[in-house]
T-cell receptor, first 117, second 114 residues
Framework: GAVVSQHPSWVICKSGTSVKIECRSLDFQATTMFWYRQFPKQSLMLMATSNEGSKATYEQGVEKDKFLINHASLTLSTLTVTSAHPEDSSFYIC?????????????FGPGTRLLVL | GNSVTQMEGPVTLSEEAFLTINCTYTATGYPSLFWYVQYPGEGLQLLLKATKADDKGSNKGFEATYRKETTSFHLEKGSVQVSDSAVYFCALTTNTGTASKLTFGTGTRLQVTL
């Protein structure tokens, strides 16, 4: 079964609105969570890395005021796309890393497809 | 910087055919190499990995050998099944520990038909 869940799986919104995407590790504590975005026919691009209780570290070129990341607990991270515009339309994927069954491993969520009209 | 190049898909094969998906990389230092698979509607799953030159990763009949001399990590399977239809991502990391970051290829869609 799924180890990391994302909600919603897809969302359509109007330009200028904010969208929140949740990422949950279901049966382990994620000390680190990663957020990626993927454009059609392109690779997954890392947006930011977050550790529980601390501020996220953003990759170069990613606007931290645009993509707000909150890693409030060891099982939940949220990505908020603020004032979304059509160019933000993409596939957003989270990944959670932590100790599961005595081994540190990284698991990926199924992704959230965002369409901004 | 690090980068991963994969063959463009989609790759369409008949069941029981031999599969090769090419992957080459550029990296600073000595990377660990991975293949991830994404089945429809699911998250990426680690398929296999290799952490040093000449290592062979294997899982579910898939294999890939870390070739430092050709900077390659090609994925192979001797006889594919319909259930292998998915998107396959080659990836690498040169970091270790919780700070490690994966660099992905663009993914190759495999479609296996009866």
């Amino acid at each position: 079964g799924a180890v990391v869940s994302q909600h919603p799986s897809w969302v359509i919104c109007k330009s200028g609105t904010s969208v929140k995407i949740e990422c949950r590790s279901l049966d382990f504590q994620a000390t680190t969570m990663f957020w990626y975005r993927q454009f059609p026919k392109q690779s997954l691009m890392l947006m930011a890395t977050s550790n529980e209780g601390s501020k996220a570290t953003y990759e170069q070129g990613v606007e931290k005021d645009k993509f707000l990341i909150n890693h409030a607990s060891l099982t939940l991270s949220t990505l908020t796309v603020t004032s979304a515009h059509p160019e933000d339309s993409s596939f957003y994927i989270c990944s959670a890393r932590g100790d599961r069954g005595g081994q540190e491993t990284q698991y990926f969520g199924p992704g959230t497809r965002l369409l901004v009209l | 910087g690090n980068s991963v190049t994969q063959m463009e898909g989609p790759v369409t094969l008949s069941e029981e055919a031999f599969l090769t998906i090419n992957c080459t990389y550029t990296a600073t230092g000595y990377p660990s190499l991975f293949w991830y698979v994404q089945y429809p509607g699911e998250g990426l799953q680690l398929l296999l990995k290799a952490t040093k030159a000449d290592d062979k990763g294997s899982n579910k009949g898939f294999e890939a050998t870390y070739r430092k001399e050709t900077t390659s990590f090609h994925l192979e399977k001797g006889s594919v099944q319909v259930s292998d239809s998915a998107v396959y991502f080659c990836a690498l990391t040169t970091n270790t520990g919780t700070a490690s970051k994966l660099t992905f290829g663009t993914g190759t869609r495999l479609q296996v038909t009866l």
